[in-house]
C-alpha cells in the first residue's frame, strides 16, 4: 500500500538576486519525480520530498526532488541511476551537509533540480506558450549544454542572466546537488562521470 504524499504550501520571502522575492512553495512528503525515471529508485520515494517553487515578483519556476539516505551502502546503490537523469552534459554540485533549501535541509544524499512541468506563460502577443521541456530545437543546437535558467524574451528562449529584473524565468535543465557528510556520502568512496564539471561549493555560502 502506498503512502499517500502530505502536501504543505509554504510562503517565504527571501533575498534573490539582490532583492527581496516571495517563494511560493509546496512541499511534497514522498517523492514524486516522473514514473518515466529509472525503476530502480522507487525504492527512495518514502524517504524523499519534492518542493514545487515559484518565486515572485521574478517568475522563478523549478521542482526540487530530495533523496536523503542514512547509510553509504543505500546512497552507493542509488547513485548510478540517480545519475541517468541529469542532462547531457550538466554539471554536478558539490554541497556540504547538512544543507538547507527552502527550510528543508538534509544531512546527506542528493537534490535534483528539475524543470516546471506544463508552466503557461503568456506572451507580448497575447499568445499562450508551456513554460517547460520539450524545449524548441533552437535550444539544442544553439548551446553545447542546455543553459540552467531560460527567458522568454523577444519571442524566443534566451539563456538568463543576473540583470533580469522581472518576468518568467524556467530552469531549463536537470542539475544534481550532491550533500556529502563524508560517512553516507563520501566522494573518496563513490564515482564521478568523467568529463563532467564539477562545482564543489563546500566552502563557499553559495547556496541553489
Known sequence: MCRRPLTVILIVTVPFLSF??????????RGTWPDSWPEELELYRNQAKTMDVGT??????EIIHEIS???HEE????WPHILKVRSPGAPIFIERGPSTVWSSTIQAGVRIFCPSDGVLIQ??????QIGSPPWPDYIGSEFDVVPEYLVHHEDKYTPFERTYRAGHVFRARVDIVLIVDGKVVDLNR?????????????FTKEGS
Do not use: C, E, H, Y
Open 75 to 78: 546512497f552507493r546503490k542509488a
Open 190 to 202: 563513490i564515482p564521478l562521470p568523467a568529463d563532467t564539471l564539477v562545482v564543489d561549493r563546500r
Open 20 to 29: 527581496l522575492s516571495v517563494a511560493n512553495i509546496s512541499i511534497s512528503s
Open 56 to 61: 515572485f515578483p521574478m517568475d522563478r519556476r
Open 123 to 128: 506572451t507580448p502577443d497575447g499568445q499562450q
Open 69 to 71: 539516505f542514512a547509510t
